[in-house]
């Protein structure tokens, strides 16, 4: 099976700052890479699909990009309310492994 | 939109069936998962079954213990979990969309406990 890294598994930022978060994929799965948020007691948020689209009513600071198997999620200048954990998953082919996750806080 | 049932405390051995309800629209044209967390963890992507029920896939870790099926006159789909383990505890939510893989729709989840 194909597994899913993430990279760092947790980052501190400060309001306005650009984070980046990397997840890989031990294989190759073309663009069936979606980012997921999970916001603490909440269900999680379709974030981005297809690697780069912007799911409806995302805040357009929220971007996905891909260079091979590795994916990446630039949020461009962090909110106070953009504290969460950051999931991507692949939907290639079964299984549809998540990776481990990315807290993200504000300083 | 998405609405689970069926959660609840159960012995190692023992069996649930989860349900997964729509509210205002009809699932059977979404292809839904069933998505676990135990407490602390991450999400677990555990089970899918497309519209058709022609594509039924399970996570290693699940299969041959859990069954999903859909019921379009109930319009719900169901995860029959049999022969639980205490590792199965979490939170199990259904999620999914219509025509893609992607969970663009969630529901709060329902909690599963095995425990003696």
């Known amino acids: 099976d194909i597994q899913m890294t993430q990279s760092p598994s947790s980052v501190s930022a400060s309001v306005g700052d650009r984070v980046t978060i990397t997840c890989r994929a031990s294989q190759g799965i073309n663009d069936y890479l979606a980012w997921y948020q999970q916001k603490p007691g909440e269900a999680p948020k379709l974030l981005i699909y297809s690697a780069s689209s912007l799911q409806s009513g995302v805040p357009f600071r929220f971007s996905g990009s891909k260079s091979g198997t590795e994916f990446t999620l630039t949020i461009s200048g962090l909110q106070p309310e953009d504290v969460a954990t950051y999931y991507c998953q692949k939907y290639n082919s079964a299984p549809f492994t998540f990776g481990p996750g990315t807290r993200v806080d504000v300083k | 939109q998405l609405v689970e049932s069926g959660g609840g405390l159960v012995p190692p051995g023992g069996s649930l069936r989860l349900s997964c309800a729509a509210s205002g629209f009809s699932l059977s044209t979404h292809n839904i998962n069933w998505v676990r967390q135990a407490p602390g963890r991450g999400l677990d992507w555990i089970s899918y079954?497309?519209?058709?029920?022609?594509?039924?896939y399970y996570a290693d870790s699940v299969k041959g213990r859990f069954t999903i099926s859909r019921d379009n006159a109930r319009n719900s789909v169901s995860l029959q979990m049999n022969n639980l383990r205490t590792e199965d505890t979490a939170l199990y939510y259904c999620?999914?969309?219509?025509?893609?893989?992607?969970?663009?729709?969630w529901g709060r989840g329902t909690q599963v406990t095995v425990s003696s």
């Open positions: 999620a999914g969309t219509v025509g893609s893989r992607t969970l663009l729709y």
């Open positions: 079954i497309n519209s058709g029920s022609n594509a039924i």
